[in-house]
């Protein structure tokens, strides 16, 4: 006898925990292989214009999924406005600073020219409510449109001024730091299940305890250490203090930003940020943890160890 496509027994089983972390694990390691393929490849094209269209894919869905969050929660943006000027920003400031040189990348001048297309970003927001005459929460609608372009692409593309920056291979430091945060997924995630009992917030993340935010830094700074020790001379001026500090930073913000995404996905009601992987979530459910520590990263590079200064 068929079974209705609607019965119970018809729908696949719940993943588990485990299942969720592994796949997710899996999804991210697979995901950033490529990236850093493209990135360590000594072929000019393939390094620069297969990163940047992975870089620009990942804003793109990454940002449709906030947007859909949003709409979710019942609030109103302009979601083809905010996709539309995260490209722009991501391809602009991929060709400012890999074809820049010089004074050009000093003195935070590619954080200048992403100042500009951000204050025209605000100001087109503004002129777009202007014309949108069906839509009287204006002020929602331009906040909402802004913050996504902030949370995802603006934070993503650190990762490219990290990976251009003067005086140090920004290649090795992009693979330090998505290393370093994943390392704390892992070290929360293990630490947690095995001897977690203390909840951390858990009207926003049930699953979050303090012995795993724990596990997560010693994990996290653990690898942070290793790293810089087996890379040598590929890290340059990053010694062993410069590396606990940033694994201790890193984990931090990475357990941070991972509330941060399940705040978001409580509000609008939703179990995961989308559907991009089945059975584990969204774009946003891989970077969550990573888009808060590549600015973090790149401020410490800039104004603690002074790269590129």
Same mark, same amino acid.
């Given at each position: 006898?068929?079974?209705?496509?609607?019965?119970?027994?018809?729908?696949?089983?719940?993943?588990?925990?485990?299942?969720?972390?592994?796949?997710?694990?899996?999804? *991210?390691?697979?995901?950033? *292989?490529?990236?850093?393929?493209?990135?360590?490849?000594?072929?000019?094209?393939?390094?620069?214009?297969?990163?940047?269209?992975?870089?620009?894919?990942?804003?793109?869905?990454?940002?449709?999924?906030?947007?859909?969050?949003?709409?979710?929660?019942?609030?109103?943006?302009?979601?083809?406005?905010?996709?539309?000027?995260?490209?722009?920003?991501?391809?602009?400031?991929?060709?400012?600073?890999?074809?820049?040189?010089?004074?050009?990348?000093?003195?935070?001048?590619?954080?200048?020219?992403? *100042?500009?297309?951000?204050?025209?970003?605000?100001?087109?927001?503004?002129?777009?409510?202007?014309?949108?005459?069906?839509?009287?929460?204006?002020?929602?609608?331009?906040?909402?449109?802004?913050?996504?372009?902030?949370?995802?692409?603006?934070?993503?593309?650190?990762?490219?001024?990290?990976?251009?920056?003067?005086?140090?291979?920004?290649?090795?430091?992009?693979?330090?730091?998505?290393?370093?945060?994943?390392?704390?997924?892992?070290?929360?995630?293990?630490?947690?299940?095995?001897?977690?009992?203390?909840?951390?917030?858990?009207?926003?993340?049930?699953?979050? *305890?303090?012995?795993?935010?724990?596990?997560?830094?010693?994990?996290?700074?653990?690898?942070?250490?290793?790293?810089?020790?087996?890379?040598?001379?590929?890290?340059?001026?990053?010694?062993?203090?410069?590396?606990?500090?940033?694994?201790?930073?890193?984990?931090?913000?990475?357990?941070?930003?991972?509330?941060?995404?399940?705040?978001?996905?409580?509000?609008?009601?939703?179990?995961?940020?989308?559907?991009?992987?089945?059975?584990?979530?969204?774009?946003?459910?891989?970077?969550?943890?990573?888009?808060?520590?590549?600015?973090?990263?790149?401020?410490?590079?800039?104004?603690?160890?002074?790269?590129?200064?």
């Amino acid at each position: 006898m068929s079974v209705p496509p609607n019965s119970p027994a018809s729908t696949p089983p719940a993943l588990s925990k485990s299942q969720i972390f592994v796949r997710r694990l899996g999804s *991210t390691v697979f995901l950033w *292989t490529i990236v850093l393929t493209a990135m360590f490849s000594t072929n000019a094209l393939v390094a620069n214009w297969v990163f940047l269209s992975l870089m620009v894919l990942l804003a793109v869905t990454g940002l449709l999924e906030f947007y859909g969050l949003v709409e979710k929660r019942g609030l109103v943006c302009f979601r083809w406005f905010g996709v539309v000027t995260g490209v722009v920003l991501m391809a602009a400031t991929h060709f400012y600073v890999a074809n820049a040189s010089g004074h050009q990348l000093r003195a935070g001048k590619p954080n200048d020219f992403e *100042t500009g297309i951000l204050v025209l970003f605000v100001l087109g927001l503004c002129v777009r409510q202007f014309v949108a005459k069906g839509n009287p929460n204006g002020l929602a609608a331009i906040a909402t449109t802004l913050l996504g372009l902030m949370y995802v692409p603006w934070l993503l593309n650190f990762i490219q001024k990290i990976n251009y920056l003067p005086g140090i291979e920004g290649r090795f430091y992009v693979l330090f730091f998505i290393i370093v945060t994943k390392f704390s997924d892992l070290g929360a995630y293990v630490t947690g299940s095995l001897i977690g009992r203390h909840k951390m917030i858990p009207r926003i993340s049930p699953g979050k *305890t303090w012995e795993g935010f724990g596990g997560a830094i010693v994990i996290s700074t653990g690898a942070s250490v290793l790293f810089v020790r087996l890379a040598g001379d590929h890290m340059g001026a990053m010694n062993l203090v410069h590396a606990a500090v940033l694994g201790v930073i890193l984990s931090v913000a990475a357990v941070i930003g991972d509330l941060i995404e399940s705040l978001f996905k409580r509000e609008a009601g939703v179990k995961d940020s989308g559907r991009f992987f089945p059975g584990i979530g969204g774009i946003l459910d891989l970077l969550d943890s990573l888009l808060f520590n590549a600015p973090l990263m790149y401020l410490y590079l800039r104004h603690v160890m002074r790269v590129g200064a």
